[in-house]
């Protein structure tokens, strides 16, 4: 396991990466002090604005260009040919990859959740959340005021958390099964990142009006009274990260190294 992890860490990348995203949180959260409302805990986390320390501000503009650039890097590091012979099985390896990627991006939600959680203590000097109150941001952005009481149900703590990280954490995860497929398929790096950002930090590809990948990660107010919506959302991220998985996965048996 120390080789294991002593084959991908930098420091340095690892620190520029995390640095990079913390300004990228920073700056999203201040998206969310504005309106007349009472901020509460989930508006610094992922609010109605696409802010927030967990918002589509911070997947596209901070974890999307971190996981393009530094996944590969490090990945870089691991695909020696010491290493490639120590495991002598490229399903091996590819393996590791994908445990990499899941506690990389398990590290990157934790930045997420700690930003968001500090800043909701620090500028309210609570952790409530107003969502299903009338002083809330729900109750505000509401074009219909009757309608609010259908709302409140749908908003308590458990919910909005499972929702908001599930989801998180399943973009990251698609995103970085497609940097390996990418990887797989372009030598050069420049190649795999402007792929990337094309294809997920565009509204490019669209179906049928539907915005294949960005489409999911957006939160409005409608989303939080369609359970079906959600599970919706989640299912298709799934669906996307099997699709990824298992081209990687074949295409990575056929990858030569140099």
């Known amino acids: 396991m120390r080789v294991f992890w002593r084959g991908y860490w930098s420091w340095k990348l690892l620190v520029a990466g995390l640095f990079y995203a913390l300004l990228v949180i920073i700056a999203s959260i201040a998206m969310s002090l504005s309106g007349p409302y009472n901020h509460s805990l ?29 996944f590969p890097l490090m990945i870089d590091r691991m695909e020696t040919v010491m290493v490639v012979t120590r495991l002598k099985q490229q399903k091996q390896l590819f393996s590791q990859h994908v445990i990499f990627a899941v506690c990389f991006n398990f ?7 700690a930003a968001g959680l500090s800043a909701a203590y620090f500028l309210t000097g609570s952790l409530d959340n107003l969502w299903g ?11 219909n005021k009757a309608h609010f009481p259908f709302y409140a149900p749908h908003v308590t703590g458990w919910k909005v958390w499972f929702y908001i990280w ?42 049928l009006d539907f915005s294949v990948f960005l489409h999911p990660i957006h939160i409005e107010i409608p989303l939080w009274l369609s359970w079906q919506d959600q599970m919706f959302n989640l299912v298709y991220l799934l669906f996307w990260n099997a ?13 030569e190294f140099y």
């Not at 927030?52 to 974890?63: D, I, K, N, Q």
């Not at 590290?107 to 959740?113: D, F, G, P």
């Open 42 to 70: 989930f508006d610094y986390i992922a609010n109605l604005q696409s802010g927030g320390s967990a918002g589509a501000t911070v997947l596209l503009y901070g974890a999307l260009p971190i996981i393009t650039l530094v």
């Open 243 to 255: 699709v990824a998985y298992f081209l990687a996965s074949k295409l990575y048996t056929k990858k």
């Open 133 to 143: 109150e009338e002083s809330g941001a729900i109750y505000y952005f509401l074009d």
């Open 107 to 113: 590290l990157l939600i934790c930045l997420m959740a």
């Open 166 to 207: 599930s989801n998180r954490f399943l973009y990251l995860m698609m995103v970085s099964m497609f940097v390996l497929c990418f990887q797989t398929v372009f030598r050069k790096k420049t190649l795999t990142f402007i792929g990337m950002m094309v294809l997920f930090g565009t509204p490019f590809p669209y179906l």
